[in-house]
C-alpha cells in the first residue's frame, strides 16, 4: 500500500519535523510513505470571504495536481467522520483488501480545503471538533496510520 500526506505548507518546529521523521521511519515496515508539501497563500486576518475563496483555490490546485485518477482521497476535515483508532485500522485494511493500493490523507492550511478538493474527496475525516494547528495535523495522522497498520498486524501498542 502506497500511503501520501498532502499538506500546504512547511515544518518549521524541529520538534515536529523529529516526530515527522520517526513515524515515517516506522511506517516503513508497513507502506510506501510519501509526504509532499505545497506552498501556503499567505492570509491576513480577518479577510473577506471572496478572498479567502481565492486562497482555497489556490492552494487546492496545487494540492490536486499530486493527486492520481485511481487514489482513494481521504481528506481532514472538521465536519467529517470522526472514527476510533479501531475504525480507521479497518477503513485503511479494508480499502487495501477491495484493491485500492493508494491512499492519500490530505491535511489543508490554515483556513482549511478549497471546493474543489472537498469534491474530490472520497471520505472526510475528522479527529475533532476542535482546531488543531494544521503542522501538529500532520504529526497526529501518522502517529494514527501507524497505530492502525499495528492493529491491522494484531502487534502490541498503547493503548
Not at 75 to 93: A, F, W
Not at 130 to 135: A, I, R
Request: net charge neutral; proline share 2%; hydrophobic share 35%.
Amino acid at each position: 500500500m502506497k500511503i501520501t500526506l498532502i499538506t500546504v505548507g512547511k515544518i518549521k518546529e524541529k520538534y515536529l519535523k523529529d516526530a515527522i521523521a520517526e513515524y515515517s521511519k516506522r511506517l516503513g515496515r508497513y507502506c510506501k510513505l510519501e509526504i509532499v508539501e505545497v506552498a501556503d497563500e499567505k492570509t491576513p486576518d480577518h479577510e473577506s470571504e471572496t478572498v479567502e475563496n481565492a486562497i482555497r483555490d489556490k492552494e487546492g490546485e496545487r494540492i490536486l495536481k499530486y493527486v492520481k485518477e485511481d487514489s482513494y482521497v481521504i481528506t481532514l476535515e472538521i465536519r467529517g467522520k470522526m472514527l476510533t483508532s479501531e475504525e480507521l485500522s479497518e477503513k485503511v485494511d479494508t480499502l487495501g483488501i477491495q484493491g485500492i493500493s493508494h491512499i492519500i490523507f490530505i491535511i489543508g492550511g490554515s483556513i482549511g480545503l478549497g471546493k474543489e478538493v472537498l469534491k474530490r474527496s472520497d471520505y472526510a475525516l475528522s479527529f475533532s471538533k476542535m482546531t488543531f494547528p494544521h503542522q501538529l495535523m500532520r504529526v497526529i495522522l501518522l502517529e494514527q496510520i501507524y497505530r492502525s497498520y499495528r492493529i491491522i498486524n494484531h502487534e502490541p501498542y498503547h493503548k
